[in-house]
């Protein structure tokens, strides 16, 4: 791993101690629009570093799932509403990158269900993904979330569900599915989301990249 961080929790804010990291997106192939919510990674990071202290790079990288520089973020987004495919180089690299310490959250924004699940079954063939109960630290580590992940978008009246890739203990993949936190960290602009909901999203992704980046299961 080409990156070192440790995190120090003082008073429910969060102080890294190298200077700074960056966050990137996956651009995967299959005609998904892995380009969905272009203004949420940024305002996500802003409101980490504005509210916890965290030092992140403002700017997020995009990165191919078949690339070397994959090593280099701790924490990888994905998103979108189509298809997704892994060609075998994608495969191997994504297992090799969250086997060795990587972090990918899938970010449903609708229509990617079906697709993800079977790709990610194709990188780790020997694990399921797992719901997360209520009580698991990833939404009370900073922020409570006594109901586990928020509704931040309505699409066909389901409850949100955050499930797990866990492998030698250790969460290596999050699902955010049918609860559309990117939809929530866009411009107010673009969905007129209240302020609550907004902020709702913000504590919610600030928890998931806080556990990411200090996981005790």
Not at 17 to 37: F, H, P, R, V
Not at 49 to 69: C, R, T, W
Not at 145 to 170: C, M, Q, T, V, W
Request: some cysteine; hydrophobic content about 35%.
């Amino acid at each position: 791993m080409k990156y070192i961080y440790i995190i120090i929790f003082i008073t429910s804010h969060i102080c890294l101690s190298q200077s700074s990291y960056q966050l990137a997106i996956l651009k995967y192939k299959g005609g998904g629009d892995w380009y969905a919510n272009p203004s949420s990674l940024k305002n996500l990071i802003s409101f980490c570093n504005q509210n916890l202290n965290m030092n992140i790079q403002h700017d997020y990288a995009i990165i191919e799932p078949n690339s070397q520089d994959l090593f280099d973020y701790p924490y990888i987004y994905m998103t979108g509403h189509g298809n997704v495919v892994f060609s075998q180089s994608d495969i191997t690299n994504i297992r090799k990158y969250l086997k060795g310490g990587g972090f990918l959250h899938i970010d449903d924004n609708y229509g990617m269900d079906k697709y993800i699940r079977s790709e990610m079954k194709k990188v780790f063939p020997e694990l399921n993904f797992i719901e997360l109960p209520n009580t698991h630290p990833i939404y009370n580590n900073i922020y409570k979330f006594n109901n586990g992940l928020p509704k931040i978008h309505e699409h066909d009246n389901k409850p949100s569900e955050g499930l797990a890739l866990i492998y030698n203990n250790r969460i290596i993949c999050f699902y955010s599915y049918e609860s559309d936190l990117g939809d929530g960290w866009e411009d107010q602009s673009v969905h007129n989301n209240p302020e609550e909901v907004r902020i709702k999203a913000f504590k919610m992704g600030a928890n998931i990249l806080a556990y990411s980046m200090n996981q005790t299961q």
